[in-house]
């Protein structure tokens, strides 16, 4: 799976914090039936890499990428957990040459014009714009439009469902991602069905 085919499938991805396995199955399910295509699983719990197979076998058409990658090792255990493709909240060097390398689909994140630059040396021309709100938000994707014609956004960080359409509105940007739609808290306490709310919501704004 190409990651221009995996921006065509969403104009929100959802950015996902899973602490227990037994919540990947209902979270997926709630998050499908809400009409979304892709989600972002961040790999900062003991229990991410299984989820990824429990949400992919409870909702068999969700796209379910790995966030939070910061090495070769995490790349290689993400591809074998079954991850369709593959965010980094920054992009080393030694990350970006580990993921041209692979050939996985991938979203590595950038803030600077310099990173999105070395991002594109490197093969990659959809990047992650994190911390997006942070990092100077719509103002700053903006300015990057005019020098760097040839690359596009997904903003992540800080970015809440008001700011979302405003984001989307922008040509250099192909989706949004946030926890908005599913937070922790709203993992641990069960809450399926606000997120199956947030989820249609999201899945309504369109590029
Ligand atoms: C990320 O991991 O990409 C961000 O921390 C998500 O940002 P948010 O929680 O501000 O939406």
Avoid: H
Wanted: aromatic share 4%; charged share 20%.
């Amino acid at each position: 799976m190409t990651i221009d085919r995996i921006l065509k499938a969403a104009s929100v991805i959802p950015v996902l914090e899973i602490a227990t396995i037994d919540a990947a199955a209902p979270l997926a399910v709630a998050l499908a039936a809400g009409g979304l295509r892709v989600v972002e699983l961040t790999l900062r719990t003991g229990c991410a890499l299984d989820a990824v197979g429990k949400m992919k076998n409870a909702a068999p058409d969700l796209i379910v990428g790995m966030g939070t990658v910061r090495s070769a090792d995490d790349i290689a255990a993400s591809r074998k957990a079954g991850a369709d493709f593959i965010v980094s909240p920054g992009a080393t060097p030694a990350l970006l040459d580990a993921l041209a390398a692979s050939g996985v689909a991938a979203l590595p994140g950038v803030a600077t014009a310099s990173e999105a630059m070395t991002a594109e040396e490197a093969g990659f021309k959809a990047l992650k714009f994190f911390p997006a709100e942070a990092a100077g938000g719509i103002a700053c994707l903006k300015s990057l439009a005019g020098p760097l014609p040839d690359l596009v956004f997904c903003p992540t960080g800080g970015i809440s469902a008001e700011r979302a359409p405003d984001y989307l509105a922008l040509a250099n940007v192909a989706c949004v991602g946030g926890s908005w739609i599913a937070t922790k808290a709203m993992i641990e306490g069960g809450d399926w069905d606000q997120i199956q709310m947030n989820a249609r919501y999201a899945a309504g704004m369109k590029r």
